[in-house]
């Protein structure tokens, strides 16, 4: 089996997340994970919330270290990994009752987020949920100097980089027919925000 990649921020930041994801997504049963990284998140949240079917998805690079997630969990709710693409991607109308997404946002360019919103759009049913984490901008403003720290150094990687404003992210969201219905405050100076797919008017 290939050795497990390990990422530090996700260990420290599953047990705020998968406390909003208990009450966000108690009435989900199929749930889509854009991005899924290492795997962690998705083997550690479908373990705990039982009721799930936890569908992966990434670029075809991250599969082998999710598949080894997967493998070493030995869960039968976590699917393996999708090839996935934002940009590109497509996914079945309604197919999924939630969305999950994690730390994407900010290292996607500005139209990639918005692709990822009206797939979003997409693979949501009526009244689905999307629970996205990371920081943000309300405001245009920082909400800590070591987040307009972070955004700093993420621009100087890549100028299409950078942490988003809330606002922006509500627009993306509105073209996909989803609205804002909760933010939540987490540690580190994070947010997870939830829109649902419904009425947007």
């Not at 290292?107 to 979003?120: P, Q």
């Amino acid at each position: 089996m290939p050795e497990k990649p390990f990422a530090e921020y996700a260990a420290r930041n599953a047990a705020p997340i998968l406390e909003i994801l208990r009450r966000e997504f108690s009435a989900a049963s199929r749930v889509l994970e854009i991005g899924s990284g290492t795997g962690q998140h998705a083997c550690l949240f479908a373990e705990r919330l039982g009721h799930l079917c936890w569908q992966t998805s990434d670029l075809d690079e991250n599969h082998a270290g999710i598949r080894a997630w997967i493998e070493a969990a030995g869960t039968d709710n976590v699917l393996p990994p999708l090839s996935m693409d934002v940009r590109e991607a497509s996914v079945a109308a309604a197919a999924y009752d939630a969305v999950f997404s994690a730390n994407t946002a900010h290292i996607m360019d500005t139209d990639a987020v918005r692709k990822m919103f009206l797939l979003v759009g997409r693979a949501l049913r009526h009244d689905g949920i999307f629970c996205l984490y990371g920081p943000f901008r309300k405001d245009s403003r920082f909400n800590t100097p070591s987040n307009a720290a972070f955004d700093a150094n993420l621009k100087a990687r890549n100028p299409s980089m950078g942490i988003r404003d809330i606002e922006v992210l509500d627009d993306f969201a509105h073209a996909a027919g989803l609205r804002r219905v909760r933010f939540y405050a987490v540690p580190s100076n994070n947010n997870v925000a939830v829109w649902q797919r419904g009425d947007t008017s």
